[in-house]
């Protein structure tokens, strides 16, 4: 074969591609598409539901009723944890879990301080001088979400 046949079966093969990813866009254009973040249907108006008043017309959108239902099963959700929890029964007991770890944190980041003072004298391009700081950084994020969760346990009724 010669180089000219290979180039039109090569263009024979892209004119098919192309054609089939046209029939493909015009079939599938009434179908949802991936959301924002690759997962989820896209919201073209989620500027129009963003709204806080809702009238009649509103509760009858599908997307509407299906927002609706994934918030009612998600309060559904936070309820049955709570209740399995027993968060508000021992609040107190959560409480003084969440400031034991919080404490806890703060003397590992004092012990840790002397060690790093002797390996930045004796190492000072040491990778696990980094490797140490980022779990002390990821640790001292992990109180503010202690912090967060405090706030969350005392909005408890």
């Known amino acids: 074969m010669k180089l000219e046949d290979y180039s039109s079966y090569l263009g024979y093969i892209l004119i098919g591609i192309l054609l089939f990813l046209i029939i493909r866009t015009l079939v599938n254009k009434g179908k949802s598409k991936e959301g924002f973040l690759g997962f989820g249907e896209s919201d073209s108006s989620s500027s129009d539901s963003s709204s806080s008043d809702s009238s009649s017309s509103d509760s009858d959108d599908p997307q509407v009723k299906n927002i609706q239902k994934n918030i ?86």
């Open 72 to 157: 009612d099963s998600l309060n559904d959700l936070t309820n049955k944890t709570i209740d399995g929890m027993n968060l508000v029964k021992y609040r107190s007991h959560w409480e003084d879990l969440i400031v034991a770890m919080e404490d806890r944190i703060s003397s590992t980041s004092l012990q840790a301080t002397n060690f790093l003072a002797i390996l930045m004298i004796t190492k000072p391009n040491d990778d696990a001088i980094n490797q140490i700081i980022e779990r002390l950084n990821a640790l001292n994020k992990y109180r503010e979400t202690l912090k967060e969760n405090m706030k969350y346990l005392d909005g408890l009724k």
